[in-house]
C-alpha cells in the first residue's frame, strides 16, 4: 500500500491526508476536496493508490502515511481521522458525535474513533474545526486547552447559486415532484432525526396534500440501520443525488430541512442559502451560528414545532420572501478559498513552531 507522491525531505512542506478520496461524500468529504482544490500548489496531496476499505485504508494512514512526511513537514488531515505517529500535524475534526452518541454507529466505527480521537487530539499541534459549537464539545470532551483548537469555517461553492425557472422544473419532473415541496439532504442516518421529520410532515400533509416532502441520500456505511417507513403519502426518496441536481433541487424547494439531533456545521443549510432557499433548522447547536436570521428553528424533540415551521413557510409568503433574500446575504459571507487561506495559516504557524525548535 503506498502512495502517490513522496516529500523532498530536505526542506520543511506542506502535505494533505488523501485518505479521504476512497470515502463516500458526505459534508465531510466536500469539505476536503474544497479546500485541497482552494490551497492548489501549497500542499501536496498523499493518498492509497487504490481503495484497500475501512480496515486497509485505516493501516494506510497509521503506517505507510508517516513514512511520507519528513521531520520538517507539516500534514494536513482534513476528515476527523490522522496519523497517531505524526506530531507536525494539524487535523480537523468535525464533530463529537461518535465520542457522545456511539449508539448512532456501527460499533466497530465507534470503538475505533473513541480510541483515536482522544490521542490524536493530545498528539497533533493543531486541530481545526467548523464552528464555535464543535469547539466547546471538543473542549469538554477531551479536555484540551483553548488555544489548541481554531474555529474555521466551511465555505459554500460558486455551483450552489439560484438556478433557472426551467432547470427546477426539469429536476421536478425527474424526480416526480410536486410544485411544492420541502427538501431533506444528507445520509440517511440516526443523527439526522429523520423519523421525527416524518410525523412531523405527516401532520402538515393532513392539511395540504399537495406539498411533497423530497428526501435526498442514502444511508452511510458507519451508522447503525435506520429503519424509515418505505411508504408515507407525499414522502419521496431520491435515494443518491448528482451534484447538478442539487442546485435547481435546492432553488426549487419551500425550505431545505434540518431537524438534526447534532451538526458540527451543516454544509447542506449553507448550499440551499446561496440558492436562497430558507432553512428550518434545530436550535441549540451550530446551525443558529451558521444560519443566522435566515431561518427558522425549532425544537429537534418538538414534532409540533416541526410541522408548525413547515406551515409557516408554507402560509407565509412574505416571510418566504424576506428569508430568500437574507439566505443569499447571508451565504455570501462563506468562501473555499477563505477557508483554503485560513487553513494555510495555521499549517504556517506549526511548521514555524517545528522550525524554531530544531
Not at 411533497?212 to 447503525?224: D, E, I, N, T, V
Not at 424533540?301 to 408554507?314: F, G, H, K, T, Y
Not at 451565504?331 to 495555521?346: E, G, H, Y
Request: a positive charge; charged letters at 20%.
Amino acid at each position: 500500500m503506498d502512495g502517490r507522491a513522496a516529500p523532498d525531505l530536505s526542506t520543511p512542506r506542506f502535505f494533505i491526508n488523501g485518505r479521504y478520496l476512497y470515502a463516500p461524500i458526505t459534508g465531510v468529504q466536500r469539505y476536503a476536496h474544497e479546500v485541497a482544490r482552494c490551497l492548489g500548489r501549497r500542499a501536496q496531496l498523499i493518498s492509497p493508490q487504490t481503495d484497500y476499505g475501512r480496515l486497509g485504508n485505516n493501516l494506510w494512514e497509521q503506517i505507510i502515511l508517516p513514512r511520507k512526511i519528513g521531520s520538517k513537514d507539516v500534514l494536513w488531515s482534513p476528515a476527523n481521522t490522522g496519523p497517531l505517529v505524526v506530531a507536525n500535524q494539524a487535523v480537523t475534526l468535525h464533530d463529537t458525535a461518535a465520542l457522545e452518541h456511539p449508539e448512532w454507529f456501527q460499533p466497530s466505527f465507534a470503538a475505533w474513533y473513541r480510541f483515536l480521537l482522544p490521542r490524536l487530539a493530545r498528539r497533533v499541534r493543531r486541530i481545526l474545526t467548523v464552528s464555535k459549537y464543535s469547539k466547546e464539545r471538543l473542549l469538554e470532551f477531551l479536555s484540551l486547552p483553548q488555544e489548541k483548537v481554531t474555529v474555521i469555517y466551511p465555505g459554500v461553492s460558486d455551483q450552489f447559486r439560484a438556478a433557472e425557472p426551467q432547470a427546477c422544473k426539469n429536476v421536478r419532473t425527474k424526480f416526480r415532484l410536486p410544485d411544492q415541496y420541502f427538501l431533506f439532504v444528507g445520509a440517511l442516518e440516526p443523527r439526522k432525526n429523520l423519523p421525527r421529520l416524518l410525523k412531523a410532515f405527516a401532520q402538515v400533509f393532513l392539511h395540504h396534500s399537495e406539498v411533497g416532502l423530497a428526501l435526498a441520500g442514502a444511508p452511510g456505511r458507519a451508522f447503525r440501520n435506520l429503519r424509515l417507513a418505505v411508504q408515507q403519502p407525499g414522502v419521496i426518496y431520491l435515494g443518491e443525488v448528482k451534484d447538478a441536481d442539487l442546485p435547481p433541487l435546492y432553488t426549487g424547494a419551500v425550505a431545505l430541512i434540518i431537524p438534526s439531533l447534532m451538526e458540527g456545521f451543516g454544509l447542506t443549510a449553507l448550499e440551499s442559502m446561496a440558492c436562497g432557499t430558507p432553512v428550518i433548522a434545530s436550535k441549540g447547536g451550530a446551525l443558529e451560528e451558521i444560519v443566522g436570521n435566515s431561518g427558522l428553528f425549532c425544537d429537534p424533540l418538538n414534532i409540533d414545532e416541526i410541522s408548525e415551521a413547515m406551515v409557516r413557510l408554507l402560509e407565509d409568503t412574505p416571510l418566504r420572501q424576506r428569508l430568500n433574500i437574507l439566505c443569499l446575504k447571508r451565504a455570501a459571507q462563506f468562501s473555499w478559498q477563505k477557508t483554503a487561506d485560513q487553513v494555510f495559516q495555521v499549517l504556517q504557524q506549526v511548521s514555524e513552531e517545528v522550525n524554531s525548535r530544531s
